[in-house]
């Protein structure tokens, strides 16, 4: 039995773990080969790039796949879609991870989408730091003459231009590739004096940012936004009607066993 692994996350690490630990045979999928470095040292294959639904279904038979864990990132919909309808289609064991949600602090707003963001009450005379990704730029695009913004990027020739496309100029751009998200766990307090310094430096009153988790770094923003007295808005997270849902790494054995049964 080969277990078709939704990866990219630090959460996907520790599955990927387990699934070797228990002995099941696992194919993980990442978006970019950069993820990859998170399962260098274990035994499960690593595929990256984008599937879509005319080449899912050779995916699927030329790996005999015979269930699905997704642990995608909260905000990635597209493949956990892709995934749930592939697993109805072939009668696929699926699961979902889903990453806990955390309590929110008083300096932060969760809001449904980015574009309700787009308000003057949030946004009019901010200094405000965009950490949402580099393709919701162009919806800030109308703003640069009402605020001072400041968007976090990937250090790519795509992302960049994108960014400039938006309107961001060069030295409104913090061009920036964090690290993954297990590094960010166990370099907590340095990656949060870094990000104190940014912010100070820039006399950011707004952040802007997605629900993604602890994982996500979000549980470090919040704590740096009430300390410093910064607004965080927050979107939150796309809703999905997951068939399984799991909040704990360790319930996935529960649901590979049951896959084995005859």
């Known amino acids: 039995m080969t277990i078709w692994l939704i990866g990219g996350t630090s959460e996907s690490k ?13 194919l993980v999928t990442i978006a970019t080969p950069l993820a990859a470095q998170l399962y ?61 949600s955390l309590s929110l602090h008083p300096n932060t707003l969760l809001l449904p ?13 901010q200094h405000a730091l965009l950490t ?26 795509s992302s960049q231009q994108q960014a400039l496309a938006a309107g961001f100029p060069l030295d409104r751009l913090i061009q920036q590739r964090l690290p993954a998200a297990q590094e960010r766990l166990q370099k907590q307090e340095e ?10 430096s820039l006399n950011i009153s707004t952040v802007v940012t997605k629900e993604a988790g602890a994982a996500g770094g979000f549980a470090l923003k919040q ?15 796309p809703r999905m009607n997951y068939p399984l849902a799991i909040d704990d790494v360790a319930q996935a054995q529960a649901f590979c066993q049951q896959i084995e049964q005859p």
Do not use: M
Not at 18 to 24: A, F, M, P
């Open 14 to 26: 520790q599955i990927a773990q387990c699934l070797t630990s228990w002995g099941y045979s696992w």
């Open 40 to 100: 260098t040292s274990l035994p499960g294959k690593v595929t990256a790039g984008h599937l879509t639904p005319t080449t899912i279904d050779r995916f699927l038979s030329t790996h005999t796949i015979r269930a699905i864990i997704d642990a995608s990132h909260p905000f990635a919909t597209q493949i956990s879609q892709l995934a749930i309808q592939a697993s109805q289609a072939h009668n696929i064991p699926y699961l979902r991870y889903e990453r806990p």
């Open 113 to 125: 989408t980015i574009e309700a963001v787009l308000q003057p009450i949030y946004l009019d005379r």
């Open 132 to 157: 949402t990704g580099v393709k919701t730029l162009h919806l800030f695009a109308d703003w640069h003459h009402r605020s001072h913004l400041w968007a976090r990027i990937l250090p790519n020739e």
């Open 191 to 200: 990656l949060k004096e870094r990000e104190r310094q940014l912010w100070r």
């Open 223 to 237: 704590e740096l936004a009430l300390e410093l007295g910064v607004q965080l808005i927050a979107i939150a997270r």
